[in-house]
């Protein structure tokens, strides 16, 4: 690769950063209001659907756009078009077909969630799936000719849009007398809006790239070998799937709560009124889970392009030691991340959620941010190197670990038994992914004391938290909302300060760990 195109990688890699953590960022914090709005049972209605628009999500947006634009990359310039030609009518037969299964299919859906009155917002989410061709081709294209603002734009202005529609019926609700199954159809209806305003800003680029219609094909000798619509499908329903699939993994956890954890109350002997209202207390952890990973995973970020660059340029010394200091800043970043939110989760939840119900179970639900952040570092070195079956097969063990003993946990536990299944998936694929790691990089990662030196930091840091906020809650300052944010802002500042000082102390990162780090180089001078 030449530098020029190394460069244009890098950067755009960058690009696709800050748009992924803008629409995370807002992907998280909008539920926080729209929440306060519509209360336990309306957060209930509208997350039981959420894995599903969040499937559709990455599949236009990360699985498909990615696995796209490594075919487009692979393909020679004249022949880019003519490629992107036949994918887009490849996935044009397969979106009607997942449109009509969950539209025509919206009642039976519903019914395996175990509350028939959803399959209105089944069917209201299922027309963003007709979206999902146009956007994901014209997406993997621009990648995969190293353009990155369209994609990064339209991404943007999707979350934009989406939460503003998902707002404004939130607070329609609030002054209207609809039911809060009418009101999650109508917030779900953001789905397909904010699509199509992401598929304007597409065509926009489209246009401006081509100066003609998008798919308008450019004629070629019949001599030029393009790849048959066999192998472009053979491609998508293999690599395609796997990586669609392991973008998808949270979401695919919750779906199957959605599908379980309702059910598994009220086979424990919860009213189904009840049911809801406390699957809505258990989503609450959702945001914080996402919120907890932008921060666990944002400054790692920094390094995947170098990692990649390693790979393509075939330096093996280089990649080992990369990919070791990727994996010892995200586990160290995830590890303070985590702890410092389990300590402050009656806090975080007074201070979003206007009371502390459910600590104990958004506590255990928190524990999902280290084990995911870990699992998405160990995917992408293996993503990195094509390894893309052991991500697979590891992303398969969590699902199934989740899927066969969330039901049983529930009926015991509660809702504290869902956040205990996801927390047990995430780690049985932590454990099957680390056990795949080659032994250079397992043994570079631990060298030195990392673990323990890593574990005490935590404990410390967890401890001056804790410290900090049972002594500010012996005041005033733990009456209402505003006192449980005062002291989980305090606890946040000492943690940080404190989890800082100690890393340091202990040299658990190396120099170069530091100053691979956006602000690492300002923060060692303090």
């Known amino acids: 690769m030449g530098n020029q195109q190394l460069k244009k990688t890098m950067n755009g890699a960058v690009i696709l950063t800050i748009a992924a953590f803008i629409a995370k960022v807002l992907s998280a914090v909008y539920r926080v209001p729209f929440q306060n709005m519509v209360g336990n049972t309306g957060f209930y209605v509208y997350q039981q659907i959420y894995p599903l628009y969040g499937l559709g999500m990455t599949l236009a947006l990360n699985g498909l756009p990615v696995f796209l634009s490594k075919i ?13 030609q036949r994918l887009f009518i490849l996935l044009a037969g397969f979106s009607p077909a997942i449109f009509l299964t969950l539209y025509l299919g919206a009642n039976r859906i519903a019914d395996g969630m175990g509350d028939r009155q959803l399959s209105g917002i089944i069917q209201a989410v299922s027309w963003q799936f007709l979206l999902v061709p146009f956007l994901s081709v014209s997406r993997g294209y621009f990648q995969g000719t190293f353009q990155m603002i369209p994609t990064a734009v339209s991404q943007v202005v999707e979350q934009v849009v989406r939460v503003a529609v998902i707002l404004l019926v939130a607070y329609t609700y609030t002054t209207s007398k609809d039911s809060v199954y009418q009101m999650g159809a109508d917030a779900m209806s953001s789905a397909w809006i904010a699509g199509m305003a992401a598929t304007v800003t597409m065509v926009v680029f489209m246009v401006s790239h081509h100066k003609k219609s998008p798919f308008s094909g450019v004629m070629y000798p019949e001599s ?127 201070t979003l959620f206007g009371d502390k119900e459910g600590n104990v179970t958004i506590a255990i639900y928190v524990v999902s941010v280290f084990a995911a952040s870990l699992i998405g570092a160990v995917n992408a070195i293996f993503q ?64 030195k004391g990392f673990g323990w030196k890593l574990a005490a930091s935590s404990f410390i840091m967890g401890a001056a938290v804790l410290a900090t906020v049972s002594l500010l809650s012996l005041t005033s300052l733990d009456a209402g909302r505003l006192g449980a944010f005062v002291l989980a802002l305090a606890g946040v500042a000492v943690g940080a300060a404190v989890f800082v000082k100690i890393i340091i102390s202990f040299k658990l990162l190396t120099l170069r760990e530091w100053l691979s780090l956006p602000f690492g180089k300002r923060v060692l001078r303090k």
């Not at 487009?72 to 992107?84: C, N, S, Y």
């Not at 993994?249 to 086979?267: C, H, K, P, R």
């Open 224 to 350: 030029v070998p393009l790849p048959t619509y066999q192998t472009l499908l053979k491609r998508l329903g293999t690599e395609g799937l796997v990586l669609c699939l392991l973008s998808a993994m949270l979401i695919l956890l919750q779906l199957i709560d959605s599908f379980t954890l309702y059910n598994g109350l009220v086979q424990s002997g919860v009213t189904p009124a009840v049911a809801r209202s406390i699957k809505g207390v258990y989503d609450r952890g959702q945001p914080l889970v996402q919120l907890g990973m932008v921060v666990a995973t944002a400054f790692s970020s920094s390094l995947l392009p170098t990692l990649t660059t390693s790979v393509i340029e075939r330096k093996t010394n280089d990649f080992n030691h990369i990919a070791k200091s990727f994996l010892r800043i995200t586990t160290t970043i995830a590890a303070a991340a985590t702890i410092g939110m389990i300590v402050l989760t009656p806090y975080l939840n007074h």
């Open 384 to 447: 990195s190197r094509n390894q893309h079956r052991l991500a697979f097969v590891g992303l398969l063990l969590g699902l199934v670990v989740k899927s066969v003993l969330n039901t049983p946990l529930v009926v015991l536990l509660g809702t504290a038994g869902s956040s205990l299944g996801t927390v047990l998936a995430l780690l049985s694929t932590v454990a099957f992914s680390w056990w795949k790691l080659t032994d250079p990089i397992k043994i570079a990662v631990f060298a």
């Open 72 to 84: 487009i990359a692979e393909t020679p310039a004249g022949l880019q078009r003519k490629v992107q």
